[in-house]
């Protein structure tokens, strides 16, 4: 073997290990680069309050009669627990009891005055004997019954608590809200609210600027995508919901509001009544919706929680970069090593040769 060819596997090792060290290098810079270059996403913030009321939503719309069906059930609860007149049209309901127990359907007549939940049967009944009421209406078990109710445009911006009057039903939930829409008179408060197919509330997150309550509150619910979305918000405050029970939790707790959007486009009013500060949960109740991440939170005379920044990547980023110019320097060693390697060959040395007899200096010779 010549010996300029025996360094030849070594320069094909450092040209290896050259072209190794400089791809992941620059693999390491394009990510370094990315890293620094990239947008944070930025979270959409609550809609601008508006004004009180509007077209569309639970009992109410464009025109001067609106016809709704309440359902009274043995859980006991109102479905839907709140509904929505318009001041200065007519409502008209048809209130079905789909149990085999009594129910009433009983609106109190002072606006904004919320019962205790610890009112007995027999203190309840007491007040509306001594106030009256709006409309006072029993039903047997399977019954319906009509009820058409006129709003006075002087009503805009009040709220009348519904009960059953019959024994511990009150006490058990089964109660509600009729919310008048209109100009506002009170605390309130309009926000944009719209749905899309990625499942998602944009916004997530809604604010109420409230210091008196009860407050009435109408969130607008736009349906932006291409699929049935429901808009669902819980009636107990500081509760997180579960995807795996959310559906007997509200057979339990009627929620505040449950707006359907059922085509693309589709917009209806969310009208409902809070009785005092809290933090409420909304979620989507269609199959799998909530369970892909569509939900939200509204929070009510209480401060939003701060949103999280996201990670910062300065210091990855850092680390990113200089472990990619040390392995390009590395690599760049390597391929200048490979380039000369066998170029400078060492000077032969002549073979040795063992002697054949003592030489002239040791003894014998």
């Known amino acids: 073997m010549s010996p300029l060819s025996a360094p030849a596997p070594l320069a094909r090792r450092r040209r290896t290990l050259s072209r190794l060290f400089l791809v992941t290098g620059v693999l390491l810079l394009v990510v370094g680069l990315g890293l620094g270059g990239a947008a944070h996403p930025v979270l ?26 309440v359902n009274l059930t043995d859980a006991p609860a109102f479905a839907p627990s709140a509904l929505t007149a318009k001041a200065g049209t007519s409502l008209e309901l048809e209130l079905v009891n789909e149990g085999v127990y009594n129910h009433t359907f009983t609106i109190a007549n002072v606006s904004g005055y919320v019962f205790p939940p610890t009112t007995t049967p027999a203190e309840l009944s007491s007040w509306f004997q001594a106030n009256g009421s709006l409309a006072n209406v029993a039903l047997t078990g399977g019954q319906t019954a009509f009820l058409n109710l006129t709003i006075p445009s002087s009503d805009a911006g009040a709220s009348f608590e519904v009960v059953s009057l019959v024994p511990y039903q009150f006490q058990a939930g089964m109660h509600g809200f009729l919310n008048v829409s209109g100009a506002p008179t009170g605390p309130g408060v309009v926000v944009s609210e719209a749905t899309n197919d990625q499942l998602r509330f944009v916004p997530d997150q809604l604010s109420v600027n409230a210091t008196a309550f009860p407050v009435t509150v109408d969130v607008q619910v736009t349906n932006q995508g291409t699929i049935a979305h429901t808009f669902t918000l819980e009636a107990e405050s500081n509760n997180t919901l579960s995807p795996a029970n959310f559906t007997q939790y509200f057979q339990a707790h009627p929620p505040l509001a449950d707006v359907a ?48 920044p996201p990670p910062s990547t ?48 040791e003894p014998g010779a």
Request: proline fraction near 10%.
């Open 44 to 69: 959409a913030g609550p809609a601008p309050a508006s004004t009180i009321g509007g077209p569309g939503g639970i009992g109410s719309g464009g025109s001067a009669s609106a016809n709704v069906t």
């Open 261 to 308: 959007l059922n085509t693309a486009g589709a917009t209806a009013w969310a009208n409902f009544t809070v009785k005092a500060p809290g933090v409420f949960e909304y979620i989507c109740r269609i199959p799998g919706h909530f369970a892909s991440g569509m939900l939200g939170w509204l929070y009510v005379g209480v401060s939003p929680a701060p949103s999280a």
């Open 314 to 361: 300065a210091i990855v980023q850092e680390g990113v970069l200089v472990g990619a110019g040390a392995l390009l320097g590395v690599g760049a060693l390597f391929a200048v090593g490979a380039a000369y390697t066998g170029r400078f060959p060492r000077a032969a040395r002549p073979p040795s040769h063992p002697s054949s007899g003592p030489r002239g200096d």
